[in-house]
T-cell receptor, first 114, second 112 residues
Framework: EAGVVQSPRYKIIEKKQPVAFWCNPI?????LYWYRQNLGQGPELLIRYENEEAVDDSQLPKDRFSAERLKGVDSTLKIQPAELGDSAVYLC????????????FGSGTRLTVV | AQSVTQPDIHITVSEGASLELRCNYS??????LFWYVQSPGQGLQLLLKYFSGDTLVQGIKGFEAEFKRSQSSFNLRKPSVHWSDAAEYFCAVGEDGNKLVFGAGTILRVKS
């Protein structure tokens, strides 16, 4: 079974430019999460989807961040415009309905804003 | 809000020696507790979890953890460390809504 797939693996952009990250969760996993991991810190939740509905986006900086999960499967996280402080690893995870905390994490996208 | 503290940023142990990584949490009720491992460039892999029952939990790769309510701790242990165990380890607590709250992590270095 394929795991959670994220792309790209690495991205370097100049500040004020837009950037997008893509995530394909495990088939059958209705819950999808985006976490941000700053250097030297643990991951922090940005947004959680149940199917196509964003049920927890309280930590998403909505002035510059947006996310969508079309048809309740793949998801895209966008930053526009990017700031230097957005440099981090962006992790996607998914979990099935029968295992509330049964997360599977993707390998992440490492974003560097210069 | 819940929080997780991992007091040690770095730990270095000799190969074959025992290991204990510390984790303290703040939560009013019985918490859901997790340990994850992250190798460079990789996602997080679950080592073990505690929901209820026996306070000594066995996980993958020879790891175990003990839940101690009186100390609000969930320390990770391994009796004999292998060089391949070098990685970063994260303790986490589960919040309502399937959310995980992570500690800052402990980097394990293994010297031969």
């Amino acid at each position: 079974e394929a795991g959670v797939v994220q792309s790209p693996r690495y991205k370097i952009i100049e500040k004020k430019q837009p950037v997008a990250f893509w995530c394909n969760p495990i088939s059958g996993h209705n819950t999808l999460y985006w976490y941000r991991q700053n250097l030297g810190q643990g991951p922090e939740l940005l947004i959680r989807y149940e199917n196509e509905e964003a049920v927890d986006d309280s930590q998403l900086p909505k002035d510059r961040f947006s996310a969508e999960r079309l048809k309740g499967v793949d998801s895209t996280l966008k930053i526009q415009p990017a700031e230097l402080g957005d440099s981090a690893v962006y992790l996607c995870a998914s979990s099935p309905p029968w295992d509330r905390y049964g997360y599977t994490f993707g390998s992440g996208t490492r974003l560097t804003v210069v | 809000a819940q929080s997780v503290t991992q007091p040690d940023i770095h730990i270095t142990v000799s190969e074959g020696a025992s290991l204990e990584l510390r984790c303290n949490y703040s939560y009013g009720a019985t918490p859901y507790l997790f340990w994850y491992v992250q190798s460079p460039g990789q996602g997080l892999q679950l080592l073990l979890k505690y929901f209820s029952g026996d306070t000594l939990v066995q996980g993958i790769k020879g790891f175990e953890a003990e839940f101690k309510r009186s100390q609000s701790s969930f320390n990770l242990r391994k009796p004999s460390v292998h060089w391949s165990d070098a990685a970063e380890y994260f303790c986490a607590v589960g919040e309502d809504g399937n959310k995980l709250v992570f500690g800052a992590g402990t980097i394990l270095r293994v010297k031969s």
